[in-house]
C-alpha cells in the first residue's frame, strides 16, 4: 500500500491516478470530504484516524507542507514541516511501515537559505533521520511540472504545445528541473529499493530530470574544456616546465606522476600529475599516505593546486572534464562501490567537483558519494561555470594527507 499525503496540492493531485495504477492507494487529508469529492476512486482518511488503518509494509510518500509561497513566522513553518512531518513518521513507524519519504524542495538544501521553509525543511529533515534512521529518505527535487506549470516555469504555459518539450530542454540545461513522471519513476524506485543500512547518507537523495550528454551544456562543457587546455598549454606551458625542473631539483624521481584511476563507467584510464610524493611512496588514497612522504615542493603545488596542471592532457583525451567527481584508484573498493549503487560512475571524472569546494575528500566515501550523486542530479551549464569559479577563486584544498 502507498499512503500519500499532500494528494490535494498541485504534485500530489497529479500523482494521485498514476500511483493508483501501481498499488493500493491511501490519501491523508486535513479535509477528507474535500479529498473524495475530487478523487472518488481512492481511500480518503485524515490524520487522526491515519492510525487505525493496516500500515504494514506500507510505504509514505510525504507531500504536505507549508511552502515557499506562504507568508509565516518560523514557528507557523515548523508546525506544519517539522512538527507535522514527525506526526505521520511516528504513526507509520509504529504502525509496521516499511518506508517514508519525505519530499524537500533543494531551496532546503542550500544552508544560506534561512528563510523561514529552508530552515523549517532542514530540521524536519534531520528529525525525521533521528527518529526513523533505518527506513525514513529526504528526497530533494528542483521544480516540479507537469501538463502545465507553476511558479517561475508559469511562463512556460503561453508556449504552443509543440514548443514546449524543446523549451524544457533548453531550460534543463541551465536549471534543474523534474518531471512528474520522472518524480513518479523515482518515488516507485524508492520506494522497491532494498535496504541501505550500512550507508550513513543513505536518508539523503536527490532527483531531476538527466542532462543529455548530446545537447547545448555538453557541447558548451567540451568546448570550454578544450580552451582550457589550450590556454594551459599556451599561458602555462613556460610554467608547467619551471615546475618540471624545480621537482627534479627537489627530490629524485620523475617530474610527472602517473596513475591508474578509475574513470567514467568504471573503465580504467591514466591520470597524470607532477609528483608531490617521495619517489617510492606506496600507491594509496592520498588519505592513507603519511604527511611526511610529501616533498617540499609537493607541499607548495598541492597548495596551489599547480599539481593538478597535466591532467590537461586527460582532458584533452577526453578521459576527464574539468569539473565532475574526482577519479579514485582502483584500490577504493569501497568508494567504488557507494558510487556506483548511486549510478554515479555513469559521470565523467573531473579536476575538480562540487565536493572538492565543499572541503568534502575521499576520507569519507558516504559522504563524498552523496555529494556526487547530488552534483550528478542537479548539474547544469550554470553550475559548472560556478564551480570552476569558485576553484580558481581558492575553493577546496584536495585531499588531505594523513598527519602520521
Same mark, same amino acid.
Given at each position: 500500500?502507498?499512503?500519500?499525503?499532500?494528494?490535494?496540492?498541485?504534485?500530489?493531485?497529479?500523482?494521485?491516478?498514476?500511483?493508483?495504477?501501481?498499488?493500493?492507494?491511501?490519501?491523508?487529508?486535513?479535509?477528507?470530504?474535500?479529498?473524495?469529492?475530487?478523487?472518488?476512486?481512492?481511500?480518503?482518511?485524515?490524520?487522526?484516524?491515519?492510525?487505525?488503518?493496516?500500515?504494514?509494509?506500507?510505504?509514505?510518500?510525504?507531500?504536505?507542507?507549508?511552502?515557499?509561497?506562504?507568508?509565516?513566522?518560523?514557528?507557523?513553518?515548523?508546525?506544519?514541516?517539522?512538527?507535522?512531518?514527525?506526526?505521520?513518521?511516528?504513526?507509520?513507524?509504529?504502525?509496521?511501515?516499511?518506508?517514508?519519504?519525505?519530499?524537500?524542495?533543494?531551496?532546503?538544501?542550500?544552508?544560506?537559505?534561512?528563510?523561514?521553509?529552508?530552515?523549517?525543511?532542514?530540521?524536519?529533515?534531520?528529525?525525521?533521520?533521528?527518529?526513523?534512521?533505518?527506513?525514513?529518505?529526504?528526497?530533494?527535487?528542483?521544480?516540479?511540472?507537469?501538463?502545465?506549470?507553476?511558479?517561475?516555469?508559469?511562463?512556460?504555459?503561453?508556449?504552443?504545445?509543440?514548443?514546449?518539450?524543446?523549451?524544457?530542454?533548453?531550460?534543463?540545461?541551465?536549471?534543474?528541473?523534474?518531471?512528474?513522471?520522472?518524480?513518479?519513476?523515482?518515488?516507485?524506485?524508492?520506494?522497491?529499493?532494498?535496504?541501505?543500512?550500512?550507508?550513513?547518507?543513505?536518508?539523503?537523495?536527490?532527483?531531476?530530470?538527466?542532462?543529455?550528454?548530446?545537447?547545448?551544456?555538453?557541447?558548451?562543457?567540451?568546448?570550454?574544456?578544450?580552451?582550457?587546455?589550450?590556454?594551459?598549454?599556451?599561458?602555462?606551458?613556460?610554467?608547467?616546465?619551471?615546475?618540471?625542473?624545480?621537482?627534479?631539483?627537489?627530490?629524485?624521481?620523475?617530474?610527472?606522476?602517473?596513475?591508474?584511476?578509475?574513470?567514467?563507467?568504471?573503465?580504467?584510464?591514466?591520470?597524470?600529475?607532477?609528483?608531490? &610524493?617521495?619517489?617510492?611512496?606506496?600507491? *594509496? =588514497?592520498?588519505? %592513507?599516505?603519511?604527511? /611526511?612522504?610529501? +616533498?617540499?615542493? #609537493?607541499?607548495?603545488?598541492?597548495?596551489?593546486?599547480?599539481?593538478?596542471?597535466?591532467?590537461?592532457?586527460?582532458?584533452?583525451?577526453?578521459?576527464?572534464?574539468?569539473?565532475?567527481?574526482?577519479?579514485?584508484?582502483?584500490?577504493?573498493?569501497?568508494?567504488?562501490?557507494?558510487?556506483?549503487?548511486?549510478?554515479?560512475?555513469?559521470?565523467?571524472?573531473?579536476?575538480?567537483?562540487?565536493?572538492?569546494?565543499?572541503?568534502?575528500? &575521499?576520507?569519507?566515501?558516504?559522504?563524498? *558519494? =552523496?555529494?556526487? %550523486?547530488?552534483?550528478? /542530479?542537479?548539474? +547544469?551549464?550554470? #553550475?559548472?561555470?560556478?564551480?570552476?569559479?569558485?576553484?580558481?577563486?581558492?575553493?577546496?584544498?584536495?585531499?588531505?594527507?594523513?598527519?602520521?
Amino acid at each position: 500500500m502507498i499512503v500519500l499525503t499532500g494528494a490535494t496540492g498541485f504534485v500530489g493531485s497529479q500523482l494521485v491516478r498514476q500511483l493508483g495504477a501501481q498499488a493500493e492507494l491511501l490519501l491523508v487529508s486535513r479535509d477528507p470530504e474535500a479529498a473524495r469529492r475530487r478523487f472518488a476512486e481512492a481511500a480518503v482518511c485524515d490524520y487522526a484516524t491515519l492510525s487505525g488503518h493496516d500500515l504494514t509494509g506500507a510505504v509514505i510518500i510525504h507531500l504536505a507542507a507549508r511552502n515557499n509561497d506562504r507568508v509565516g513566522t518560523i514557528e507557523e513553518f515548523r508546525a506544519g514541516n517539522v512538527d507535522g512531518l514527525l506526526e505521520v513518521a511516528a504513526i507509520a513507524k509504529a504502525g509496521g511501515a516499511a518506508r517514508f519519504i519525505n519530499l524537500c524542495s533543494t531551496h532546503a538544501l542550500d544552508t544560506e537559505h534561512t528563510d523561514p521553509y529552508g530552515l523549517s525543511k532542514r530540521e524536519g529533515a534531520r528529525a525525521l533521520t533521528a527518529l526513523w534512521p533505518d527506513g525514513a529518505i529526504n528526497l530533494y527535487v528542483p521544480a516540479i511540472y507537469g501538463n502545465d506549470f507553476r511558479g517561475r516555469l508559469a511562463v512556460l504555459n503561453r508556449l504552443p504545445a509543440v514548443l514546449k518539450p524543446l523549451a524544457i530542454g533548453l531550460l534543463r540545461q541551465v536549471k534543474p528541473m523534474i518531471s512528474i513522471n520522472r518524480l513518479l519513476a523515482v518515488l516507485l524506485e524508492l520506494a522497491a529499493e532494498p535496504d541501505l543500512s550500512d550507508d550513513p547518507w543513505k536518508s539523503e537523495r536527490y532527483a531531476a530530470d538527466p542532462v543529455k550528454d548530446i545537447g547545448i551544456s555538453s557541447v558548451v562543457k567540451r568546448t570550454v574544456d578544450l580552451l582550457a587546455v589550450l590556454a594551459v598549454v599556451v599561458l602555462l606551458g613556460w610554467l608547467m616546465i619551471i615546475v618540471a625542473l624545480y621537482i627534479r631539483f627537489d627530490s629524485k624521481g620523475p617530474a610527472i606522476f602517473a596513475q591508474q584511476r578509475v574513470g567514467r563507467d568504471g573503465r580504467i584510464f591514466t591520470c597524470y600529475k607532477f609528483r608531490t &610524493m617521495t619517489l617510492g611512496t606506496a600507491h *594509496a =588514497a592520498t588519505h %592513507d599516505v603519511s604527511a /611526511a612522504s610529501v +616533498t617540499v615542493a #609537493g607541499r607548495f603545488l598541492r597548495r596551489t593546486k599547480i599539481d593538478e596542471l597535466p591532467q590537461v592532457v586527460n582532458v584533452l583525451m577526453n578521459d576527464m572534464s574539468l569539473v565532475g567527481p574526482r577519479p579514485c584508484l582502483p584500490m577504493q573498493t569501497e568508494l567504488i562501490a557507494r558510487r556506483r549503487a548511486r549510478g554515479i560512475l555513469r559521470l565523467k571524472p573531473g579536476i575538480t567537483g562540487l565536493a572538492q569546494i565543499n572541503e568534502i575528500d &575521499m576520507s569519507d566515501p558516504a559522504r563524498l *558519494a =552523496a555529494w556526487d %550523486d547530488r552534483y550528478g /542530479a542537479f548539474q +547544469t551549464l550554470s #553550475g559548472y561555470i560556478v564551480i570552476l569559479i569558485r576553484t580558481v577563486l581558492g575553493g577546496g584544498s584536495g585531499d588531505r594527507v594523513s598527519s602520521y
